[in-house]
């Protein structure tokens, strides 16, 4: 009975849905359930949130830039360390954040988190049918399809000079390992020696299941150099931009259950291919590369992680803090035109109508210059150019018009 | 190539009608190219059937309140 009123009086308040939650939890958590003092709690909990809320006019731009601005001065300048995922580096601080609002076409550091299709680790554990399969051999397939395998990792190569040739002897286990799919060494040989001879154009003989050797078709002790350059350069398996991949097992988002999972960690990315492989959650896997996820899934996501990545930055720092409505602004004036504009001089303090509002930004001169040139007209309509011309700005009070005194029909009502 | 809709990141975009569009415009008394805007090619878009000068409705898991309704018009 009592907990029913106290909902009719929470659900017909003006709050918003989490900080009705909240007071739920708040009211419950102190054992109030008497409908006199749960009345005066919300009604004291909705003034609070009136009295918070932006006024009509308020300068939130200026806000944000200081409420981020202020913290941004205490981060510190260099901050290249290994971050708490899985020794992986990746760049951290200031420049991170600096790297993001300036709108990057790569990040310094370039990573991925990759998470595995449960579906899929089911269908393979199955299609194994074997008690020694698990669900981390399920994983490393995955593994083995995105780090970029170069044939150093695969074997040795040395270079008979007298019979030019180029002899690679291939590592059995690290074959079995990285191709854990293809059924016999000789079969993953084969494999490899097409691919050498398709990128290289050269013609091969495997003396042996794991031994492939080639040489030049002149033989020239330049040529044979040049094959083995080359040859280390070729992507056998995998991506070419993931240099490496760090297999996690992590408690899954589901905090009801104590169910873990295999997620990868990537150095360098690509967003595009990793998505399409099989056996990655295309709705979890997410890149540190707001353009990368701009062009795979759209300007909302990448609002989205403009925002996850500007705020993991500063909580990184401890100036967790920062209200995420500020970052959150940041990331919609981002993405405003429908593309990932910069902030700053390129981008949107760049791009603005009035030219003395990009004059008083950076490079006052050339913007003077060039808006002579082209007798551009300023309207007057912003902040910065009625500052500069001492006109009121049309912000808070500068833009409502009090006019004081009475009309005279009121004049005898006004008593106060 | 994947379906962008089905990710986390991506909220449910749907195109808008023109007569709630008239109301929202009314409401925040504004035109539509005042509004955000958004690529034809935009990956979520794919599979709707946009032109130049729709509205997409886009209705994202707020961090501050519970739902957030936006617009975006389409461009391009």
Same mark, same amino acid.
């Given at each position: 009975?009592?907990?029913?009123?106290?909902? =009719?009086?929470?659900?017909?308040?003006?709050?918003?849905?989490? #900080?009705?939650?909240?007071?739920?939890?708040? /009211?419950?958590?102190?054992?109030?359930?008497?409908?006199?003092?749960? @009345?005066?709690?919300?009604?004291?909990?909705?003034?609070?949130? #009136?009295?918070?809320?932006?006024?009509?006019?308020?300068?939130?731009?200026?806000?944000?830039?200081? $409420?981020?601005?202020?913290?941004?001065?205490?981060?510190?300048?260099?901050?290249?360390?290994?971050?708490?995922?899985?020794?992986?580096? =990746?760049?951290?601080?200031?420049?991170? %954040?600096?790297?993001?609002?300036?709108?990057?076409?790569?990040?310094?550091? *370039?990573?991925?988190?990759? &998470?595995?299709? *449960?579906?899929?680790?089911?269908?393979?554990?199955?299609?194994?049918?074997?008690?020694?399969?698990?669900?981390?051999?399920?994983?490393?397939? +995955?593994?083995?399809?995105?780090?970029? @395998?170069? +044939?150093?990792?695969?074997?040795?190569?040395?270079?008979? =000079?007298?019979?030019?040739?180029?002899?690679?002897? #291939?590592?059995?286990?690290? /074959?079995?390992?990285?191709?854990?799919?293809?059924?016999?060494?000789?079969?993953?040989?084969?494999?490899?020696?097409?691919?050498?001879?398709?990128?290289?154009?050269?013609?091969?003989?495997?003396?042996?299941?794991?031994?492939?050797?080639?040489?030049?078709?002149?033989?020239?002790?330049?040529?044979? /150099?040049?094959?083995?350059?080359?040859?280390?350069?070729?992507?056998?398996?995998?991506?070419?931009?993931? $240099?490496?991949?760090? +297999?996690?097992?992590?408690?899954?988002?589901?905090?009801? @259950?104590?169910?873990?999972?295999?997620? %990868?960690?990537?150095?360098?990315?690509?967003?595009?291919?990793?998505?399409?492989?099989?056996?990655?959650?295309?709705?979890?896997?997410?890149?540190?590369?707001?353009?990368?996820?701009?062009?795979?899934?759209?300007?909302?996501?990448?609002?989205?992680?403009?925002?996850?990545?500007?705020?993991?930055?500063?909580?990184?720092?401890?100036?967790?803090?920062?209200?995420?409505? &500020?970052?959150?602004?940041?990331?919609?004036?981002?993405?405003?035109?429908?593309?990932?504009?910069?902030?700053?001089?390129?981008?949107?303090?760049?791009?603005?109508?009035?030219?003395?509002?990009?004059?008083?930004?950076?490079?006052?001169?050339?913007?003077?210059?060039?808006?002579?040139?082209?007798?551009?007209?300023?309207?007057?309509?912003?902040?910065?150019?009625?500052?500069?011309?001492?006109?009121?700005?049309?912000?808070?009070?500068?833009?409502?018009?009090?006019?004081?005194?009475?009309?005279?029909?009121?004049?005898?009502?006004?008593?106060? | 190539?994947?379906?962008?809709?089905?990710?986390?990141?991506?909220? !449910?975009?749907?195109?808008? !009608?023109?007569?709630?569009?008239?109301?929202?415009?009314? !409401?925040?008394?504004?035109?539509?190219?005042?509004?955000?805007?958004?690529?034809?090619?935009?990956?979520?878009?794919?599979?709707?059937?946009? !032109?130049?000068?729709?509205?997409?409705?886009?209705?994202?898991?707020?961090?501050?309140?519970?739902?957030?309704?936006?617009?975006?018009?389409?461009?391009?």
């Amino acid at each position: 009975m009592a907990a029913n009123d106290i909902q =009719v009086v929470v659900e017909g308040s003006d709050l918003p849905r989490r #900080l009705k939650d909240k007071l739920y939890e708040t /009211l419950d958590a102190k054992g109030i359930d008497d409908v006199e003092t749960a @009345t005066d709690v919300k009604e004291a909990v909705e003034e609070r949130y #009136l009295d918070t809320r932006v006024d009509p006019l308020d300068p939130v731009g200026t806000v944000s830039a200081q $409420s981020i601005g202020e913290p941004g001065t205490q981060m510190t300048m260099n901050t290249f360390h290994y971050a708490g995922v899985a020794e992986i580096d =990746v760049t951290q601080g200031l420049p991170r %954040l600096i790297e993001l609002v300036d709108a990057r076409k790569t990040p310094d550091t *370039p990573m991925m988190t990759v &998470h595995v299709d *449960p579906e899929f680790v089911q269908e393979r554990l199955d299609a194994e049918n074997d008690d020694g399969y698990t669900e981390r051999d399920v994983a490393h397939e +995955i593994v083995w399809q995105i780090e970029a @395998t170069r +044939i150093l990792a695969l074997g040795d190569v040395s270079t008979n =000079v007298a019979d030019m040739l180029v002899r690679i002897d #291939l590592n059995e286990e690290t /074959l079995d390992e990285r191709w854990p799919t293809v059924g016999t060494t000789a079969e993953v040989t084969a494999e490899i020696a097409e691919t050498i001879e398709s990128k290289l154009d050269v013609s091969t003989v495997e003396p042996d299941d794991a031994t492939i050797e080639f040489g030049p078709e002149e033989p020239s002790y330049r040529g044979l /150099l040049q094959l083995v350059e080359e040859l280390r350069e070729i992507v056998f398996k995998g991506i070419d931009d993931v $240099s490496r991949v760090v +297999i996690r097992k992590e408690q899954t988002e589901d905090p009801d @259950t104590d169910d873990e999972e295999f997620v %990868l960690y990537t150095e360098g990315s690509a967003f595009g291919k990793v998505l399409d492989i099989d056996g990655v959650d295309a709705s979890r896997t997410t890149c540190n590369n707001i353009h990368e996820i701009y062009r795979q899934l759209g300007v909302e996501a990448a609002r989205e992680t403009i925002i996850n990545e500007t705020m993991n930055t500063l909580e990184e720092q401890g100036l967790g803090d920062v209200n995420i409505r &500020h970052l959150m602004l940041v990331a919609d004036m981002m993405t405003n035109p429908g593309t990932i504009e910069s902030i700053g001089r390129h981008g949107i303090s760049g791009n603005k109508d009035s030219v003395l509002a990009r004059a008083a930004f950076e490079v006052t001169v050339n913007h003077l210059l060039d808006a002579a040139i082209h007798g551009e007209v300023d309207d007057l309509d912003g902040v910065t150019e009625n500052v500069i011309v001492g006109k009121p700005i049309k912000l808070g009070t500068g833009d409502v018009t009090l006019r004081m005194g009475s009309r005279p029909d009121t004049e005898s009502e006004s008593a106060d | 190539m994947v379906d962008a809709s089905q990710h986390n990141l991506v909220p !449910e975009h749907t195109i808008v !009608e023109e007569e709630e569009l008239e109301e929202v415009l009314d !409401e925040y008394n504004i035109d539509r190219t005042d509004l955000p805007k958004i690529k034809r090619r935009d990956p979520p878009l794919r599979e709707l059937d946009v !032109e130049v000068g729709d509205v997409i409705r886009i209705e994202r898991d707020s961090r501050t309140a519970d739902r957030a309704v936006v617009y975006r018009l389409v461009i391009e």
